[in-house]
């Protein structure tokens, strides 16, 4: 759900000047929740103005130079900060979408795992499972597996079996997949993904069928 960062903003050495200056996210004109966010500003004069006030959902940061916006994690549906000039009173309002960070998809080292069958000897030269945020251009930002689990039929014991690993690596689920032939089904479960802003999610459970 999309919430509204009210920016109450820049107060300037002329009305002209002023009157032209914006202020915009970089990554789609977007805030992202638990993200530092840089801000584009373009003005005359960027040294003249200082921060007033903030809500407490925001956190501003300048570094060297670079203004930068984290919206936390609260449940509050605006935030707002204000910018002040010296010996002015001047000001106007710039307003951004909130959104979370979209969710991650999963991929077996190179290998794009859903709705469709993948071969056994391509996935037992995967090095680990990927968390990837498609479309999102922020450099930096990533998201990691740091933990999962395969349940699959163990044609040995002829039972099913759960294997816990702790990480990303997929070289432990190596030999339950040796067992495996075509046609065979295995899922991936309770998928662990540290996301921005250290948040841990939850993946929904993958079903893959071996051709």
């Known amino acids: ?28 004109n ?3 929740r638990g993200l530092p966010n840089p801000i584009s500003v373009a003005c005359g004069n960027k040294d003249s103005f200082f921060i007033k006030e903030k809500s407490a959902a925001l956190e501003v940061k300048n570094d ?32 951004f979408p909130v959104a979370d960070v979209q969710e991650p998809v999963i991929r077996l080292g190179a290998i794009d795992v859903i709705n469709r069958e993948v071969s056994r000897d391509a996935l037992m030269v995967q090095n680990s499972l990927v ?46 997949l040796a067992k495996l032939k075509a046609g065979d089904r295995f899922e991936l479960k309770n998928i662990q993904i540290m996301t921005p802003g250290n948040k841990i999610i ?10």
């Open 1 to 28: 759900m999309l919430n509204k960062i009210i920016a109450l903003g820049f107060f300037f050495i002329n009305a002209g000047v002023f009157a032209q200056a914006n202020i915009g996210a970089e990554e789609n």
């Open 131 to 176: 968390a990837i945020l498609e479309n999102f251009t922020y450099d930096g930002v990533k998201c990691s597996v740091t933990g999962y689990q395969m349940r699959y039929f163990d044609p040995v014991y002829q039972d099913f079996k759960t294997l816990e690993v702790k990480g990303a690596s997929l070289s432990p689920i190596n030999p339950a």
């Open 64 to 95: 060297n130079g670079k203004l930068y916006l984290n919206c936390l994690n609260v449940k509050e549906d605006t935030a707002f900060i204000v910018f002040g000039l010296q010996n002015s009173t001047l000001q106007r309002k710039f307003v």
């Open 30 to 32: 977007i805030i992202y």
């Open 202 to 211: 939850t993946h929904p459970d993958i079903l893959i069928t071996l051709k």
